[in-house]
Structure formats: C-alpha cells, structure tokens
C-alpha cells in the first residue's frame, strides 16, 4: 500500500514532511482526535497518519467538492488541499483563536 501511495504522491507533487522530517501520529493522537470529532477517522487516513505525520504536498492540489464552496471561501467553488496536520498543530491553532 505505501508504494502505491508514494506513486499517487508523486502526481501531486510529492510529499514533503513539514519540519524537515517526517513525524508519525501516534495511536494517542489519532484517538484524541477521533474522540473530538465524536468520530472514527477511515483506516486508509490513520495508516497515512501513523506513516507519515505533518506532511504537505509539493504543490498545492485544488479539487471539487461534491457541493460548489461558497463565494466567500473560494471564487471557482474549488477547494485546496496542501497540509496534513498533526494534532499538536491543530492544538496550537485552536489555542490562537
């Protein structure tokens, strides 16, 4: 699976890990999350998650949602997609609000 997803990887620019290196998730983290969503994450996303950590793609990779985005978060109804974040990045962000 993990060289199946390195090949993907590489049509979206490669993945970079943010930090200069790459950091897995620990299972804690990934549970923690879960627990604050009130949900289960899919398997293929913590296995991602426990492999890679913070990770970016090398370029930023736009798609289309199911549902146009409104006007006010984007022009073209296109979404972006660039970071994967660990749980301490998105404790630290939660804290700044």
């Keep these: 699976m993990r060289r199946e997803l390195e090949a993907k990887f590489g049509l979206l620019g490669g993945l970079l890990p943010i930090g200069g290196t790459f950091v897995p998730m620990t299972q804690e983290e990934s549970d923690t999350i879960e627990a604050d969503l009130g949900a289960v994450l899919p398997q293929d996303y913590r296995d991602f998650l426990w492999t890679y950590g913070q990770a970016a793609f090398g370029e930023?990779?736009?798609?289309?949602?199911?549902?146009?985005?409104?006007?006010?978060i984007s022009d073209t109804g296109m979404g972006s997609f660039s970071d994967f974040l660990r749980i301490k990045s998105l404790q630290s962000k939660a804290l700044r609000r």
Excluded at 63 to 68: A, C, G
């Design 60 to 72: 930023l990779v736009e798609f289309r949602p199911i549902e146009r985005l409104p006007a006010h």
